[in-house]
């Protein structure tokens, strides 16, 4: 079946840092990729996705690579705010079948001024 | 446009008692979705509704858990008798239309079972 792998939080990090989180699948086929956020008292929200191989998805800095020779799908921002700080979901949904996410464990990510 | 809300925000309730959980979709959106996180694990899920009807179920982890839609606007989830295992934060989203367009979540409940 389908499944993702999301690195372990919490990520601590200072203003403007770099972020990397990293994030694997396994699946049949060729699955569409999203990162979800959850901001504190929020719903989760579509970050981004990408919908096929080499596809480069990104949003509000945020950016994630599809790569199938790896099967990962890492989220990376250049400078990191204390408003991102959040918990990040990494997901993956088949095209052919419901269309229900199938979850990573969620990162939380806990920017310092 | 009001986003989907949930109510109660969190419960805390005794082993055994029961609980209802529920789900206002964004007003027009016919498929609506239940998911379950418990502590530090994946975000699983539990049902879809298309309108009224239950179009998978195949996630719901046994039959203490019941959802219904009447007239596929609001949805209720009710457990019942609640056990410890149920604890976790139960997330409510709804799409419009089909393919691949977006689901919307809620900011969840938060159950906690003692």
């Known amino acids: 079946g389908n499944s993702v792998t999301q690195m372990e939080g919490p990520v601590t990090l200072s203003e403007e840092a770099f972020l990397t989180i990293n994030c694997t699948y396994t699946?049949?086929?060729?699955?569409?990729l999203f990162w979800y956020v959850q901001y504190p008292g929020e719903g989760l929200q579509l970050l981004l996705k990408?919908?096929?191989?080499?596809d480069k998805g990104s949003n509000k800095g945020f950016e994630a690579t599809y790569r199938k020779e790896t099967t990962s799908f890492h989220l990376e921002k250049g400078s990191v705010q204390v408003s991102d700080s959040a918990v990040y979901f990494c997901?993956?949904?088949?095209?052919?079948?419901?269309?229900?996410?199938?979850f990573g464990r969620g990162t939380s990510l806990i920017v310092h001024p | 446009e009001a986003g989907v809300t949930q109510f109660p925000s969190h419960s805390v309730i005794e082993k055994g008692q029961t609980v209802t959980l529920r789900c206002d979709p964004i007003?027009?959106?016919?498929?609506l979705y239940w998911y379950r996180r418990v502590m530090g694990k994946e975000i699983k899920f539990l049902l879809h509704?298309?309108?009224?009807?239950?179009?998978?179920e195949s996630g719901m982890p046994n039959n203490r858990f019941l959802a219904e839609r009447t007239g596929g606007t609001y949805s209720t989830l009710k457990v019942q008798p609640a056990e410890l295992e149920d604890s976790g934060v139960y997330f409510c989203?709804?799409?419009?239309?089909?393919?691949?367009?977006?689901?919307?979540f809620g900011p969840g409940t938060r159950l906690t079972v003692t």
């Open positions: 509704f298309v309108k009224e009807s239950k179009q998978d």
């Open positions: 007003s027009g959106h016919d498929n």
């Open positions: 989203a709804s799409r419009h239309g089909t393919g691949l367009s977006e689901q919307y």
């Open positions: 990408a919908t096929k191989a080499d």
């Open positions: 997901a993956l949904s088949d095209p052919g079948g419901s269309y229900i996410p199938t």
């Open positions: 699946a049949t086929g060729y699955p569409s």
